[in-house]
């Protein structure tokens, strides 16, 4: 399966599970997870009208936008980081992506904060949660979730737009659920207490189609665009 037929094949799996849920697939932003995939690639996927591409590391996300075809394009490309952020590249971090979806500690969001109004930016962002102890994923826990938060909240240069999860995979995706809904429900508390954060990031190739019918705004997706072959 090339590219054109994977990326259709996924947009109508996103629509389904839409569906089935009683959404609107509108609300469903899906974000083409490029980390090892090259350059021409990436532009064939943005030929097909796919717009968000997801990235887990720095440095490469900075090669892949300096080389030759992705600079000239660039401007119509969102960018999201999706891997850990170690502090000392939040630097390069907030002048290459659009939201950052793993801010999961006090002093990262403090660095971060501080490296964007350098810049005189808004920095969107979202906060990872870890949501069993299994995982070996980075992210911040339920119980220092509300502190983080009210901190993130006094950093003039963030905006917080919701929260992120990566739990540990699993083969039958229906394993899954509990783990998104935890994430469902943990939002809905924080926003009890006055958080706005309307976005969900959860949900990869192997099981977004439950992460949407549990409330997933945003869907992480490599293998199943990308795995097959040029
Ligand atoms: C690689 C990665 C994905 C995409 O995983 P696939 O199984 O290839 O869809 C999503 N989120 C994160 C954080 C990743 O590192």
Redesign the pocket.
Known sequence: MGIAEALRTVRERIEKASLRAGRNHEEIKLIA?T?TVEPDRILEALRLGQRIF?E?RVQETRRKVKSYELRVKSERIKWHL??TLQKNKAKHAVQLFDLI??IDSIDLAEEVNKQVEKINKMQDVLVQVKLSEEETKHGISEKDLPVLLGKIRGLNNLKLKGLMA?PSFFEDSEKSRPYFRRLREIRDEAEKNGFILPELSMG???D?EVAIEEGATMV?????IF?NGS
Do not use: P, Q
């Open positions: 997870v980390k997801g887990n999706i891997g979806h793993t990566m990869m190739s192997n977004f992480r997706i490599g293998t199943a795995a």
